[in-house]
């Protein structure tokens, strides 16, 4: 009986996840995009190292939640856990399936 408590809360993570991992890579990608506009017009030095952190967040952020997306694929894969009702059309879009 816990076994299946485990792979029913697998399942909720990896379908969570398939709503979540779109939205947060688009949120990272637009403020890494952010940052490099603002350092390119950006008038002095200040503004600048304002811009090339939201730059480094922005690559670190990216780096993160697709760590955390291969972290889960991975347990998922390793225990048998399939998702097959994925929310997404988008095949560039990483999906568990």
Not at 69 to 90: I, K, N, Y
Request: aromatic content about 10%; proline content about 3%; glycine content about 8%.
């Amino acid at each position: 009986m816990e076994g299946n408590n485990i792979f029913s809360l697998l399942n909720t993570v990896k379908a969570t996840l398939n709503y979540l991992i779109p939205i947060l890579v688009s949120l990272a990608v637009v403020y890494f995009i952010w940052g490099v506009i603002s350092h390119v017009i950006a008038q002095n030095e200040e503004e600048r190292k304002n811009s090339r952190d939201k730059i480094i967040h922005g690559i670190v952020g990216m780096f993160v939640i697709v760590a955390v997306w291969g972290l889960v694929r991975f347990v998922g894969t390793t225990l048998g856990v399939e998702v097959s009702d994925s929310p997404q059309s988008v095949s560039d879009v990483p999906q568990f399936k």
